[in-house]
Every structure is written in structure tokens, then in C-alpha cells.
């Protein structure tokens, strides 16, 4: 599972996060977060942008691929960071993979589909300045 913080305001606890492996990791976070599940995607994650009608979308350097056979090794129930780019050594699951991962040969999403999405979500919360995460699920 990852957990997020509740809070949302640029500061340094609002990107406090943690990838939680096994579930009393839970009782070591504080609340309020936001618990969602952790989906492989090989360490990308597309960022959107939307102002009024204009979207933008991006790409980032996100978490590893977890695989169950490492989560036997692990000997802490979560591992805490602040962003994917703040991630130290000793931090990160696969310090490899970052250094092998080429973001010039990710594939971007269509633009359609992630100006679809965008209007969608405009119009649903009546919002004219967000952004959005987009994940390719493995």
C-alpha cells in the first residue's frame, strides 16, 4: 500500500510518504493520510496539468516495481520518504534501477486520451486549475 499525507500545501509534511509492506506499518504512520493501493508500473508516472483547457502532461521518475519474492527479504513494515526524487541510497528498493531507467524512452500516453480524462474531471469538480497522476498498470 502507499500512504500520503492529508495534507496538501506545498510545505514538507504535505510529501511525506511511505510504501507500507506489511500491514502493522500502518500503526507507525500519523494521520490523516490517504491509503491507496500500490500498483507496478515501472517507475514512471505521468503528471497532468490542466489550466482552463489547456493540458499538459509529463513525465517523471516515480517508485520501483515491488516484487513479492523481495517483500519476504524486507525487514521493516514501510519504508518513509518525502518525494521519488528525494529518495536517498540507502532509501531506495533498487538503487539500479533508477540509474538503468531511460525516461527518453518511455512512450507518453496519447494526448486525446489524457485531454478526455481532463475535461471529464473538469467538469465533475468544476474545476479549471488541477493536476492529475497517470500510471500504466503492469
Sequence with gaps: MLA????VDGST????????FIHNGLNS????????????HDGV???VYV???CVRCVKRKS?????EKKLV??????LSFSQVSNLTTDERIDDRYYKMMQLDDIEMPPLSFVTQIAR???HMMRLNLFNFDVIRDL
Design 13 to 20: 509534511k504535505s510529501h511525506k510518504m511511505a510504501l507500507v
Design 73 to 78: 527479504r524486507v525487514s521493516e513494515d514501510l
Design 29 to 40: 504512520l500519523k494521520s490523516p493520510m490517504v491509503v491507496q493501493q500500490f500498483v507496478n
Design 51 to 53: 489550466v482552463g483547457e
Design 120 to 122: 471529464g474531471l473538469r
Design 45 to 47: 508516472i505521468f503528471k
Design 63 to 67: 517508485l520501483p516495481n515491488v516484487e
Design 4 to 7: 500520503k499525507s492529508l495534507v
